[in-house]
């Protein structure tokens, strides 16, 4: 699974959980009405997943200091995948990144802002101007 792929499980898996039909029982779901059973069992969320919300919690659950809405790093480390310089060197590379890979601040800022875009392109609800 590519790295911004597991950043979206980790923060929709989450907010899954977080909801009461994921909390309740599967049947519904594991019993499509007539005319649904072509839907996909992966479809993405019907409502748009609040990030921010999300990441406030687990970073509140967490009890560390972390500025994951302004470091990628951060951010990382706060869904408890890896932060090395290596896996964000993947991720800008995944991401598409055209700048200098070893000018790891610029390439930090342009990876924070590239995943929330990502995200809200994904069913993500990301505030805007961050």
């Given at each position: 699974?590519?790295i911004f792929?597991?950043?979206?499980?980790?923060?929709?898996?989450h907010a899954?959980?977080?909801?009461?039909?994921?909390?309740?029982?599967?049947?519904?779901?594991?019993?499509?009405?007539?005319?649904?059973?072509?839907?996909?069992?992966?479809?993405?969320?019907?409502?748009?997943?609040?990030?921010?919300?999300?990441?406030?919690?687990?970073?509140?659950?967490?009890?560390?200091q972390l500025?994951?809405?302004?470091?990628?790093?951060?951010?990382?480390?706060?869904?408890?995948?890896?932060?090395?310089?290596?896996?964000?060197?993947?991720?800008?590379?995944?991401?598409?990144?055209?700048?200098?890979?070893?000018?790891?601040?610029?390439?930090?800022?342009?990876?924070?802002?590239?995943?929330?875009?990502?995200?809200?392109?994904?069913?993500?609800?990301?505030?805007?101007?961050?």
């Amino acid at each position: 699974m590519s790295i911004f792929g597991k950043i979206v499980s980790a923060i929709f898996g989450h907010a899954e959980a977080a909801t009461p039909a994921a909390a309740g029982s599967t049947a519904p779901t594991a019993t499509p009405a007539a005319g649904a059973a072509s839907a996909p069992a992966t479809a993405a969320p019907a409502a748009p997943v609040d990030v921010d919300a999300v990441l406030t919690a687990l970073a509140a659950k967490s009890g560390q200091q972390l500025n994951w809405k302004e470091s990628i790093v951060d951010l990382l480390k706060l869904l408890g995948l890896d932060s090395s310089l290596d896996a964000r060197k993947q991720l800008a590379t995944e991401l598409k990144y055209t700048g200098d890979q070893n000018d790891s601040a610029t390439m930090n800022v342009w990876l924070i802002k590239e995943v929330r875009q990502k995200l809200a392109e994904n069913g993500g609800k990301v505030p805007a101007g961050l």
